[in-house]
């Protein structure tokens, strides 16, 4: 089926650093999404986004942190500055369109923030 | 709110038995829902989705669920499991308007023993 890639699957850095999570979606999907997941603990929607956009956010969106997708290339997620609790898996979807349109997920990037 | 519950933490079945995993949802009105499956170090993989119509749903692998308003639920079954079989399952709902982030529920591990 189609493929989601995400770099990279691993990062660990230090508390206040700043760290870019990238995720290269399916070719031809529209709407693109990122959920966190705690170990052990479900996953959770953080943002999606569309025509360049964000759609909607949720409150763990925090404010250091930011999505793009210049020109068309990976979609990212950026977080300036991190912090300890943001150490997580996060796992990047695209979907063609939204509504109830599969998303397809990646294998998720392993933060770890010391 | 919405929400998605996953009563059952963990299940262990013997490999050729029969399985069921639960999944309750909170939504007013009939949410979309699906049902996705974790392997170790890998993105989550679509089972089955319900939209509308028939309220049983047929997937992949010989999984099957079924909707049930009057109950609110969506569970999931498989006849006959194999070792393979083995992996977090996660029930999922999204809104049929506006938004489109998934709300999954806490997952459930499969053990299945030879």
């Known amino acids: 089926g189609p493929k989601v890639l995400q770099i990279p699957s691993h990062q660990i850095i230090d508390m206040g650093q700043m760290v870019t999570l990238n995720c290269d979606p399916v070719?031809?999907?529209?709407?693109f999404y990122w959920y966190k997941q705690i170990l052990g603990q479900q996953m959770e929607f953080l943002v999606n986004?569309?025509?360049?956009?964000?759609?909607?956010k949720s409150k763990l969106f925090k404010d250091q942190f930011s999505v793009e997708r210049p020109d068309g290339s990976y979609f990212t997620l950026k977080i300036q500055p991190t912090a300890l609790e943001d150490s997580a898996v996060y796992f990047c979807?695209?979907?063609?369109?939204?509504?109830?349109?599969?998303?397809?997920f990646g294998p998720g990037t392993r933060l770890l923030v010391l | 709110a919405q929400s998605v519950t996953q009563p059952d933490a963990r299940v262990t079945v013997s490999e050729g038995a029969s399985l069921q995993l639960r999944c309750k949802y909170s939504y007013s009105g009939t949410p979309y829902l699906f049902w996705y499956v974790q392997y170790p170090r890998q993105g989550l993989q679509l089972l089955l989705k319900y939209y509308s119509g028939d309220p049983v749903v047929q997937g992949v692998n010989g999984f099957e669920a079924e909707f049930s308003k009057s109950n609110s639920s969506f569970h999931l079954r498989k006849a006959s499991v194999h070792w393979s079989d083995s992996a977090v399952y996660f029930c999922a709902l999204s809104a049929r308007q506006g938004g489109r982030a998934l709300i999954f529920g806490t997952g459930t591990t499969v053990s299945v023993s030879p």
């Open positions: 070719s031809n999907h529209l709407y």
């Open positions: 979807a695209s979907s063609f369109t939204g509504g109830a349109n599969t998303q397809y």
């Open positions: 986004f569309y025509n360049g956009k964000v759609m909607e």
